[in-house]
């Protein structure tokens, strides 16, 4: 493992005495055994912009990795993203450029330190929101996806915040929800959850980020 891989390994170990990392792992059986949930696409997500969701969700991913499944971590916060940063992979073209139909999804997935986890980066910027969140276009991708991989995560930006994830959630199979452990957060939650539901996508899960 190169040093780089260790940063990163130690990063998403860090956390392990974190409530929210329990949780991880409840949400991963959950998942396996929830019979409402009809595939294994699934969008992370949150109520408010949070700094550690990222890290949540790669350490979601990296639980199903080590069970053997084969997963693919989609960063689709395309405003602030961020995961091939972490797990030290290259940057350049991945999901917005597939959404553009200059570039299968495949060609584009990058391999991690860990066997059996794959990311694909947000891809590059400048391209107008109208043109990427086509529903066409994001189903064939996901359907592509699904042909190759156990389990499709999706790195998301809050439900509140941006229209890319309402889009997103109509072609995915689930939902979980990242929230802020605090009181001040629960109406923000709440209309989260609304939006879930009024969607008719099942809630798998909600992790709270303690920090």
Sequence with gaps: MKRSDKDVWQKLRLSEGMKSTEQVRIIRTHLEQESRVDGHCMMVTSSDD????????????????EQGKRTLLIDADVRKPILHEWFQVEG?????????????????????????????????????PAKLWVED??????????????????????LLKA?????????????????????????SAIETKGLVERANKPLVGVIFQTG
């Design 50 to 65: 949070l700094k550690d969701k990222p890290l949540i969700t790669a350490k979601l991913a990296l639980s199903f990795a």
């Design 92 to 128: 350049g073209e991945g999901w917005t450029d597939a959404l553009m139909m200059k570039e299968s999804p495949s060609q584009n997935i990058r391999k991690t330190f860990q066997p059996d986890l794959y990311v694909l980066p947000a891809g590059s910027g400048g391209h107008a």
């Design 137 to 158: 276009k994001i189903q064939g991708i996901i359907r592509e996806c699904r042909k190759e991989f156990d389990i499709v995560l999706f790195e998301a930006p809050s």
């Design 163 to 187: 229209a890319d994830p309402l889009v997103l959630m109509n072609h995915c199979d689930g939902v979980i929800m990242v929230v802020k452990s605090r009181l001040s957060h629960r109406e």
